[in-house]
């Protein structure tokens, strides 16, 4: 959140929102939160979670704590509960779901035996029907009290939800029983009833098994829903509980003190113990351990780290004891930011979701229209005031948009956070929409599909000599710069020996040094041409004498990373065409650009060169997903219809990226466009089954086809596939 408005253009602040049990309660919360002049608010009603946007003027005028009391105020003016929450309340949630255990539970052990009294004629006792009253009873009242309070809490602001349907449905079914018992042949002693599908067979009928079956079916419905949406958030929950809360912190005396984690500041030096998490993100100052990132990065092999390497916070120290030094604290934190991008991403709409808000915004409305219609309708055809009765309230029950609302944001929420237990942060929902139509992938080169690292990748010695020896003699005097070509050979050799004298660095020419008596020289090859001898372009060869005579040479190349060659395969399977873009000279371009099998590469490009590609591409009407991890890339990735950043590079380019790749694997750019077109299709999959149930089962409870109790169970049926279909992506690898 910003609330600098001179830095910032809008400040955001997310509200916990209590009491919504459907999209329309979320669409009615919305409407009347961007009222309010200043404000853009977005409900989701899957995360429980309302995002407002502050206009900087009037953040300005009236600062930021009295802004949000004020939509605090506004969602409960509305009948809603509201506050001020960066993460759940797990003790909230469980009492909501013990609650909707214990009403389900009632309901369940309640109105079994009314529906076996109902259905099953020889299980109907003199009085049946009046032992049946007192079972149903309990169920419509206190069991479906939540329906009947959000009913009334509606009816208040003049508005209707899928509660109304709800309870309209069930009060209308028990009213309509109590008068057929005490003002009809249906309260005789002796009177037995049968039971139909449709609930038109003509014999006296009362209603008492939807009063009481029906709730127990939309309870049930709904703590699965509930159940199933905690599930759905258990990732970006599980991101926020991988922080630690304490960490050792030396003093500069060299004493060691255990302190909060809020009392840590960017400077300070901590331990990390084996089997402790680290603290914070860092630099490695001693020590020398394995760091096992899979919970932050889905990386399977722990990383070797020792001084002068930067560390996570949150991952697992697995061996030896580290002493870091912080470089970021709270909000600033790689495990911060993963889990704010999170967040932001379950909480934002996609455009196929807008829809599905608009629909349900009129649809209780629509749907109390068409079950008037229905009675009126059957009234005048048969004239029969209990068939009449029986499928209007199967409309009201039938035409809940339950499923509807969960069509889409429970899928954003297993579906990002499926991401992001792989390392694949997605930016907002709205970037499924561009996964699906991507066909061409550009690539940067440096640090993309190469390590962005020079590493030494072959070592020749003169006239058959010891290479081993060459590359240790090289690195010892290698050992005192800083030059990459130095620290790669340095980094090459396992053992550089000691007492090396006389070192001088000679810029442009390479470095020299006396070892064990000889005057030894590593710099420029002379006497080997890269090109024609090393059977590759894009290598650097650096030539080792030693008192004037050849001991041989060391070929040097910033080499593909691992998963590079099978990434490119993945993505032509994955109906992508692979370009390669690359501000270094063509040769190197080519060199790797050959050994990845792509046959589009330019070199030699410069940032805005990288832009005009993006844009030539898209002319050609071709979609454009670009993968970059530095400064120069970062208008590109901001111009492509999809820009994916490396999490190892720039902020820059992080920023200005749709997908954020914590893994530092090329692979994991084609996992990010498979998961987001697999939660796509999954949304799509959703709406279909919401929509074509709602389109299909209205006119057959309008036709008389449907009894209220099958639509009740039809109905919590629908919901529950919804969320399990969702729950689905959970497998994602």
């Not at 402790?276 to 630099?283: I, K, M, N, S």
């Not at 660095?505 to 070892?515: D, F, I, S, Y």
């Not at 090329?666 to 389109?695: H, K, M, P, Q």
Request: net charge negative.
């Amino acid at each position: 959140m910003s609330a600098d408005p001179t830095t910032h253009p809008v400040a955001t602040v997310d509200l916990a929102v209590t009491g919504m049990t459907c999209a329309a309660c979320a669409a009615r919360i919305e409407r009347r939160l961007n009222r309010s002049e200043g404000i853009t608010a977005s409900v989701n009603y899957a995360t429980e979670r309302a995002r407002v946007s502050i206009d900087p003027a009037l953040l300005r005028d009236r600062g930021l704590d009295s802004i949000v009391d004020e939509c605090v105020a506004t969602v409960i003016g509305v009948g809603y509960g509201a506050s001020r929450s960066d993460r759940d309340d797990p003790a909230e949630s469980d009492h909501r779901l013990a609650d909707l255990r214990r009403r389900l539970v009632v309901a369940a052990v309640l109105g079994t035996p009314v529906l076996a009294l109902s259905m099953i004629s020889a299980l109907q006792f003199d009085g049946w029907q009046w032992a049946m009253l007192a079972l149903a009873l309990p169920v419509s009242t206190w069991s479906a009290w939540p329906f009947h309070n959000a009913m009334w809490r509606n009816l208040r602001h003049g508005q209707a939800t899928m509660d109304t349907l709800v309870s309209v449905g069930v009060s209308a079914a028990t009213i309509w029983s109590l008068w057929a018992l005490i003002a009809t042949d249906a309260g005789d002693i002796g009177m037995t009833m049968s039971m139909s599908l449709d609930g038109g067979d003509g014999t006296p009928h009362i209603y008492l098994e939807v009063a009481s079956t029906v709730v127990a079916f939309i309870l049930g419905g709904r703590y699965f829903e509930a159940r199933a949406k905690r599930r759905a958030g258990e990732a970006l929950r599980a991101l926020l509980d991988l922080g630690v809360d304490r960490v050792t912190r030396r003093t500069a005396d060299g004493s060691l003190v255990e302190v909060d984690i809020a009392e840590l500041a960017v400077g300070d030096e901590f331990l990390v113990y084996p089997g402790a998490r680290v603290a914070t993100d860092g630099e490695v100052v001693e020590g020398t351990s394995e760091i096992d990132m899979a919970l932050l990065t889905g990386e399977s092999l722990p990383v070797l780290v020792t001084a002068g390497d930067r560390v996570v916070g949150a991952a697992v120290n697995t061996s030896g004891l580290l002493v870091v030094r912080a470089t970021a604290v709270g909000a600033g934190t790689q495990l911060a930011q993963m889990a704010r991008m999170v967040n932001e991403a379950q909480s934002g709409k996609a455009p196929v979701q807008r829809l599905a808000d608009r629909v349900s915004a009129v649809f209780v409305p629509i749907v109390i229209g068409l079950a008037i219609v229905t009675v009126v309708a059957w009234m005048i055809i048969d004239g029969s005031v209990e068939r009449s009765f029986s499928a209007g309230v199967a409309v009201l029950i039938i035409a809940c948009p339950c499923a509807l609302g969960l069509a889409t944001p429970t899928a954003l929420l297993v579906g990002t956070g499926r991401g992001a237990r792989l390392g694949i942060l997605i930016r907002g929902p709205e970037v499924l929409e561009a996964t699906r139509r991507v066909d061409t992938l550009v690539l940067d080169k440096t640090g993309t599909v190469t390590t962005g690292v020079m590493s030494v990748v072959e070592v020749r010695a003169n006239g058959g000599g010891d290479r081993d020896h060459l590359l240790t003699v090289a690195a010892s005097v290698e050992s005192g710069s800083t030059h990459p070509i130095a620290r790669a050979i340095t980094a090459a050799a396992p053992h550089p020996i000691t007492g090396v004298a006389d070192v001088v660095e000679r810029p442009g020419v390479g470095v020299e040094g006396t070892v064990d008596g000889r005057r030894v020289m590593v710099g420029r090859a002379t006497a080997v041409d890269s090109a024609a001898s090393w059977g590759r372009t894009d290598v650097s060869v650096v030539e080792v004498s030693a008192d004037g005579s050849i001991l041989g040479w060391i070929a040097l190349a910033d080499d593909l990373k691992g998963s590079s060659r099978s990434a490119v395969a993945a993505a032509r399977a994955a109906g992508l065409e692979p370009v390669l873009a690359s501000g270094d000279r063509a040769e190197v371009v080519n060199e790797v650009a050959d050994r990845l099998g792509i046959e589009r590469r330019l070199a030699e490009v410069m940032p805005a060169d990288k832009l005009t590609l993006v844009r030539d591409l898209s002319a050609e009407g071709r979609v454009v997903a670009m993968v970059g991890d530095g400064v120069n890339d970062a208008a590109a990735l901001a111009a492509a219809d999809l820009g994916l950043a490396m999490g190892s590079g720039t902020d820059v380019a992080i920023a200005a990226a749709d997908i954020t790749l914590v893994r530092d694997d090329l692979s994991a750019v084609v996992d990010a466009i498979r998961l987001s077109r697999r939660t796509l299709r999954t949304i799509r999959v959703n709406l279909f089954w919401a929509f074509g149930y709602n389109v299909a089962a209205i006119p057959l409870a309008m036709t008389g086809q449907l009894s209220p109790l099958v639509a009740g169970a039809a109905m919590g049926l629908s919901s529950v596939f919804v969320v399990s279909n969702s729950l689905r992506l959970r497998r994602f690898r």
